[in-house]
């Protein structure tokens, strides 16, 4: 595709919910990063895929939350029984690689709203 | 820790230069990036330093000190659409990037 996409634009649900995100990256990029911006805030790492290589969970903030990779493209972020400081926005990005100037092209995000 | 530090916001007139500064501290150095963002848009690239010295692209030119720590973002000419804010991001030992907090750049007429 032209670009990362990222679905849904909006998610608004109950606290206790589950929830799931999709990315699909752009064709070809190995390397995939899930990150969570709150209002006004920097970036926070999640979790990145690279290749066949297990993922790096390092970043994600509690069990609740997972995410997997079907056949090296499209990814999923799940949250399970969500609650209210979950609230942000939670961007994609694919990268052709990890090093050099391989740089990181964001997807649009998906903004969650728990209530 | 690692840590990545930038100004929470300034403030600059249209047609102006304005100087943005990054200081970092990380396990390890391969790579730092400059990203701009719009409100409610998603991050995009801008630039990459990864030797010394200063990197020209237009308007915008990116400068990097690794003895120091230390990178800036310069903005040229600048115009209303620079309206934004502009994050520092280094790139570490595992190759993961660490990101700032970003500086919030304000343009007035």
């Known amino acids: 595709g032209a670009g990362v996409s990222q679905s849904p634009s909006n998610k608004v649900t109950e606290k206790g919910k589950d929830v799931e995100l999709r990315c699909d990256p752009i064709?070809?990029?190995?390397?995939l990063y899930w990150y969570r911006q709150s209002l006004g805030q920097g970036l926070e790492f999640l979790i990145y895929f690279q290749g066949n290589s297990a993922p790096d969970k390092s970043g994600l903030p509690s069990d609740r939350f997972s995410a997997e990779r079907t056949g090296g493209s499209v990814s999923t972020l799940t949250i399970q029984r969500t609650q209210q400081e979950d609230s942000a926005v939670y961007l994609c990005?694919?990268?052709?690689?990890?090093?050099?100037?391989?740089?990181?092209?964001f997807g649009p995000g998906t903004r969650l709203t728990v209530l | 820790g690692q840590n990545i530090d930038q100004p929470t916001e300034m403030t600059a007139t249209e047609g102006a230069i304005v100087q943005i500064n990054c200081t970092y501290q990380?396990?390890?150095?391969?790579?730092l990036f400059w990203y701009q963002q719009h409100a409610g848009e998603a991050p995009t690239f801008l630039s990459y330093n990864v030797l010394d010295g200063l990197e020209e692209k237009g308007r915008f030119s990116s400068f990097l000190s690794r003895s120091k720590g230390y990178s800036y973002l310069l903005l040229k000419e600048l115009q209303m659409k620079d309206s934004a804010s502009y994050l520092c991001a280094v790139r570490d030992s595992n190759y993961q990037l660490i990101w700032g907090a970003g500086t919030k750049l304000i343009i007035k007429p």
């Open positions: 064709s070809g990029h190995t390397a």
């Open positions: 990005a694919s990268s052709l690689g990890t090093s050099g100037r391989f740089t990181q092209y």
């Open positions: 990380t396990s390890g150095f391969n790579g």
